[in-house]
């Protein structure tokens, strides 16, 4: 039998397994991209026993996750959404046609109301522009609206214009963990006393505007005009229209619903009924008062020009003298007595300026001049 010798095997060395290494294909995991939020999306956040889960996931994960535990719910905030972004959002969280074109609009009037199993609240938002002078034109009181859709477990936020931002919001609510744990309707109460916070803060820089518009229409140097007034009165309106209300809706909350907030937040909302209380108080009292100063400026007006026609009146009066003697002698009849008297031009004058400063002293004294 031919016998072969066996095959030496051959030592692999360094530099044969990184040739290897180079000729064989490399496989690339792509990352795991999940989709991202849209640009109305101002922070989405899923919530378990009060506490925020790490991360910022989508409004369709976050809304996911929350379903699977009970003791969980997510809080989405938006900012002035487009339509396809709220549809979209409308379908991930059960929104009706109704719930979707409500958010869509601003400058509703605060609200609640209950359709299905989602309950919205709506609430105007208020800030104090500041200014250096109060004119014709001055914007003082700046207002928007928030929507807060309330649902098992999740909440949603909508909010139109510029002020009343959430972020500060949710980052205070994020520290009381208690109130938190109490699931969406912790939310719902949180915005309702930040608006009734910004509606006092509001209040108490509009009181300054009226005291000091109350200094100068009091003042020795009148600068107030009718217009200024005016223009502080529609803010207040305004101011009014986003304060008064919101009684409705907050009293609503506080009293025992059959559905509605837990009762451990019942009384949370009641404090804020009572806040809202004060500050309903206050903007009713600037409109009083702000009448009350257009009713005296108006009264200043008019004694004003009763004396301005005084003045004239008595002016008139001293220069009806210089005309009578004057159309008298001016007649030139023939027969008139001292009409070739030599002295007759000269007391004629006399007579003139006599009368004259006659009336003026009688006037200045009776203060009319």
């Known amino acids: 039998m031919d016998q072969r010798p066996a095959p030496t095997r051959r030592r692999t060395t360094l530099p044969d397994l990184l040739r290897r290494a180079l000729r064989r294909p490399t496989r690339t995991t792509p990352p795991a991209t999940g989709p991202t939020n849209p640009d109305a999306v101002v922070d989405c956040a899923v919530y378990v026993d009060g506490q ?99 649902g098992d477990r999740f909440v949603v936020t909508v909010r139109h214009g510029a002020p009343g931002a959430l972020t500060t919001v949710r980052q205070d609510l994020q520290q009381r963990r208690t109130i938190l744990a109490e699931g969406p309707w912790a939310v719902a109460y949180a915005i309702c006393a930040r608006m009734v916070t910004q509606y006092l803060d509001v209040a108490t820089h509009v009181e300054t505007d009226l005291e000091q518009l109350e ?7 009148r600068t107030a005009d009718i217009p200024h007034i005016y223009q502080l009165k529609r803010e207040i309106v305004e101011l009014k229209r986003a304060v008064l209300p919101a009684q409705a809706p907050l009293r609503t909350l506080a009293t025992p619903p059959t559905d509605g907030p837990p009762p451990a937040l019942r009384r949370w909302f009641t404090d804020v009924d009572g806040d809202l209380a004060r500050a309903v108080d206050r903007v009713n009292a600037y409109d009083d008062l702000l009448n009350s100063i257009l009713q005296t400026r108006l009264a200043q007006l008019a004694v004003e020009q009763n004396n301005d026609m005084r003045k004239i009146a008595a002016w008139a009066a001293i220069a009806a003298t210089q005309t009578a003697v004057a159309g008298i002698y001016g007649m030139n009849f023939t027969h008139m007595p001292e009409l070739h008297w030599r002295y007759g031009y000269g007391a004629a004058l006399l007579l003139m ?15 009319w001049l």
């Not at 003791?71 to 979707?100: C, K, N, Q, Y």
């Not at 300026?353 to 203060?367: E, I, P």
């Open 215 to 221: 200094e100068t229409v009091f003042a020795r140097e």
């Open 353 to 367: 300026a006599t009368a004259a400063l006659t009336l003026h002293r009688l006037f200045r004294r009776s203060g």
């Open 52 to 150: 925020r889960q790490p991360g910022r996931p989508h409004y369709t994960d976050a809304h996911t996750h929350s379903r699977r535990n009970r003791r969980s719910f997510v809080w989405l905030g938006l900012h002035d959404p487009t339509p396809a972004v709220m549809t979209a959002v409308g379908h991930t969280f059960g929104l009706d046609e109704f719930h979707i074109t409500q958010a869509l609009t601003d400058g509703h009037r605060p609200t609640l109301q209950r359709h299905d199993d989602v309950t919205l609240l709506v609430l105007r938002t208020a800030a104090y522009v500041e200014h250096t002078e109060l004119t014709d034109t001055s914007e003082v009181v700046d207002t928007g609206d928030v929507m807060i859709f309330i």
